[in-house]
């Protein structure tokens, strides 16, 4: 097998981090990948433009909405959900998941007698999750891409 040329291993790997890169919206993502996700979970996408930031509704095919904000500078800032069924928060959550995950169980630890949905709240990582059998909610957002003026109340999904 001839070699592989460092030209071209460069494009092969420009290629593969762009590919991973968009493969689909997270939080701290590219805003243009929220299309892989509308692909993923089949659900209709519209999007409203607003002064502050962009907000990319995704109905899925259940009913349960998904909302993507993306600021100014096309990153995805917050993400929301609400509905039957949770959605996949490792993707959607991206790097962050793991800090979730560990934050969650460290909670279920402390707090084993009291029933208290996951929570993360670190400076630049908020997450509240909440629901009961049968419908989810819960809202993640990174405070440091937040546009001048967000409000954690721009996050709510009206039913």
């Known amino acids: 097998m001839p070699p592989i040329r460092p030209a071209v291993a460069m494009g092969l790997a420009a290629i593969a981090a762009l590919v991973s890169d968009s493969a689909a919206a997270h939080l701290g993502g590219s805003a243009s990948s929220v299309t892989a996700d509308r692909s993923r979970m089949a659900a209709r996408l519209s999007t409203v433009a607003t002064g502050r930031f962009t907000r990319h509704e995704l109905t899925r095919p259940n009913g349960g909405q998904v909302h993507e904000f993306t600021n100014a500078d096309g990153v995805v800032f917050a993400v929301a959900w609400s509905g039957p069924g949770k959605p996949d ?68 999904i009206q039913p």
């Open 89 to 156: 928060l490792a993707t959607l959550l991206g790097p962050y998941f793991p800090t979730f995950q560990a934050n969650s169980v460290a909670t279920a630890r402390r707090m084993h007698s009291l029933r208290q949905p996951p929570r993360t709240a670190q400076p630049n990582l908020q997450i509240q999750v909440g629901g009961h059998m049968g419908w989810f909610h819960g809202v993640a957002y990174i405070p440091s891409l937040a546009p001048a003026g967000f409000a954690v109340a721009d996050l709510a």
